[in-house]
């Protein structure tokens, strides 16, 4: 049977990754709220649907990169959603990043239904996206990962399988987590090197290849200095990520001090008006 893919979510992240599945031969449907973010896809041969309901009936393997759990909710488990209209068979792989129960209850829904479910998250922001490059963390059954692990080597290149319903999630808040300090680190640092008299351009090509380097200091801190705070990764969307990750470790009886102090920063940096920047517009706390 032709793999026909769904892709529901046409923003920053999933334009690309639908772009790369189109190129690389597949067929692919999508949806969207705003319809003139899919005129580029449909001018690569992508067919656009007005509805969920239609999208899911049309596809056998449905992709969601959606903005926040409640998103993902409606877009599965409403009256007009995927899991109400799509064929038994058919393969859900839900992108976003979103909670882990949410995850599960989508999984134990779907199984009902005889519908394959996965959670996917990703990491490797709007780069990442368009040069297939980025790291995907699932969970689910051994089975559909396998099944659907040509279709994910087409978006990304670090493709594990962690485990079972939710799997996927959980290792997206630890991504999350590092992230977090990380960024807080590599404001610190650009400031510092700019106040100290430093070229922070200079600094960053010292430090980035020794044990400070990290994917937000070689791809963030210039953007950074170049006060390009286009949103690759939203700063509404991080916000979402960490107040899950807090909860999580809560609900765990984890303590995250780190986590807790960026969400304030984050917090603090929507207040003023960025919630829309890309996440490196952190450095106009200390710039």
């Not at 309901?53 to 959606?66: G, H, P």
């Not at 949103?231 to 969307?237: A, I, L, M, Q, Y």
Request: contains cysteine; glycine residues 10%.
């Amino acid at each position: 049977m032709e793999k026909v893919i769904g892709f529901i979510g046409i923003g920053v992240m999933g334009k690309s990754m639908a772009s790369n599945l189109l190129k690389a031969g597949y067929t692919v449907n999508v949806y969207t709220r705003t319809k003139s973010k899919a005129d580029e896809l449909v001018g690569l041969g992508a067919s656009c649907y007005s509805s969920i309901k239609d999208l899911a009936v049309a596809s056998n393997i449905i992709i969601t990169m959606v903005g926040y759990p409640k998103d993902v909710e409606e877009v599965y488990l409403s009256e007009s959603g995927v899991l109400g209209h799509a064929k038994a068979g058919t393969y859900v792989i839900d992108m976003t990043t979103s909670k882990p129960s949410l995850a599960e209850k989508i999984y134990k829904v779907a199984k009902e239904k005889g519908i394959f479910a996965l959670d996917a998250p990703v990491s490797g922001g709007d780069v990442g996206a368009k040069e297939a490059r980025l790291a995907i963390m699932v969970g689910g059954d051994e089975e559909s990962f396998n099944a659907c692990l040509p279709i994910f080597e087409v978006m990304g290149q670090n493709i594990v399988l962690q485990g079972k319903a939710g799997a996927g999630q959980h290792t997206k808040m630890c991504n999350q987590i590092a992230i977090a300090s990380g960024m807080v680190g590599v404001c610190e640092a650009v400031a510092y090197a700019a106040k100290s008299g430093l070229d922070p351009e200079n600094v960053i090509k010292s430090i980035s290849s020794g044990a400070a380097g990290s994917w937000s200091l070689n791809n963030l801190a210039p953007r950074m200095l170049a006060e390009n705070f286009d949103p690759g990764f939203f700063v509404k969307h991080f916000i979402k990520d960490m107040s899950i990750a807090l909860e999580e470790a809560e609900n765990m009886g984890l303590t995250t001090p780190g986590l807790e102090l960026t969400k304030k920063l984050y917090d603090q940096l929507a207040a003023e008006g960025e919630e829309n920047s890309g996440t490196q517009a952190l450095y106009k706390l200390w710039n």
